[in-house]
């Protein structure tokens, strides 16, 4: 059992990561409190990528473990895992661009009640009134889904004819289908433009606020200290600082580390801006 905080959804206890002789995580310790957005940085090869790929049960770690609500990830498959309620979406898009960006959804969201295809696919070729509404459950709760992601306007639209960042979208929908308690977003406004990020931001917040909560791997710095309640900062494998984007803004370690110049001109404009 976790000895850890009672309001911590995801505990990452001690967790350490080689391939062959090389350390790309050591002893990684930290907590992520229910209904926080808290983001990872570093610099490249610090170890973020593999730090998320350990807390989505995609990589077992060689040392420590993490805890999703109390369960030991490395003991937990993969399907299992999202019917815990732990998500992920993915760098690179992976919707079925010929359909279109409702049925991506209804495929998200049949794929998830997967233990019932069988009985779906029955009720489909001999439809009974109680099958009839429950395939509309359904189809509402991917038009709630497809609204929540600003895409309502798209949604009759083949996949592959939308942006990239609205493709992203349809990335984030197919993992809000599963119901999650937890998204973790690997880079989630990577190839966006500024207004898309900005939506995005807005998207995040309304997705807390129905109390999922939220890690992100992100580059862009000032999505990140916008966004974040608190951000933890890797360099070389190991957690250099952690706290609110005000502390973390300021901490030499971290600037000496990964924001460099950015984060003195990042410091500068906003002086300017004052
Ligand atoms: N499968 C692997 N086999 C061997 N070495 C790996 C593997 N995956 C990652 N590494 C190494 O582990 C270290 C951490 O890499 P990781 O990709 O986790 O860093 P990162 O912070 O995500 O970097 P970036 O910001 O560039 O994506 C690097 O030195 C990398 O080369």
């Given at each position: 059992m976790s000895t850890t905080s009672s309001s911590a959804i995801l505990n990452v206890e001690h967790v350490g990561m080689k391939f062959g002789g090389l350390?790309?995580?050591?002893d990684l310790h930290f907590d992520v409190q229910e209904g926080e957005i808290l983001s990872l940085i570093g610099p490249n090869g610090a170890g973020k990528t593999t730090a998320f790929n350990i807390m989505t049960g995609f990589l077992k770690p060689t040392q420590g473990r993490v805890l999703f609500r109390g369960r030991d990830l490395s003991q937990t498959r993969p399907n299992e895992i999202a019917r815990l309620g732990l998500a992920r979406t993915f760098q690179r898009t992976s919707v079925?661009?010929?359909?279109?960006v409702r049925d991506n959804v209804l495929i998200g969201l049949h794929r998830f009640g997967d233990d019932t295809r069988a009985a779906a696919l029955l009720d489909r070729l001999f439809p009974t009134p109680a099958a009839r509404r429950a395939e509309n459950a359904v189809r509402e709760r991917a038009d709630a889904i497809i609204d929540m992601v600003g895409l309502t306007a798209r949604a009759g639209d083949k996949a592959g004819s939308l942006s990239y960042g609205e493709q992203r979208l349809v990335g984030f929908a197919l993992a809000l289908a599963v119901e999650p308690k937890m998204l973790l977003l690997d880079?989630?406004?990577?190839?966006?433009?500024a207004s898309e990020t900005q939506g995005f931001v807005r998207l995040i917040r309304k997705v807390r606020d129905e109390g999922v909560t939220i890690l992100l791997v992100e580059h862009d710095m000032p999505m990140v200290m916008e966004v974040s309640d608190r951000i933890v900062c890797l360099n070389y494998g190991r957690l250099i600082a952690e706290g609110p984007p005000e502390a973390i803004r300021t901490d030499p370690k971290v600037i000496e580390a990964y924001l460099g110049k950015s984060a003195a001109k990042l410091e500068q404009r906003e002086v300017a801006h004052a």
């Open positions: 350390t790309a995580i050591a079925f661009a010929d359909d279109t880079e989630p406004v990577s190839g966006m433009n």
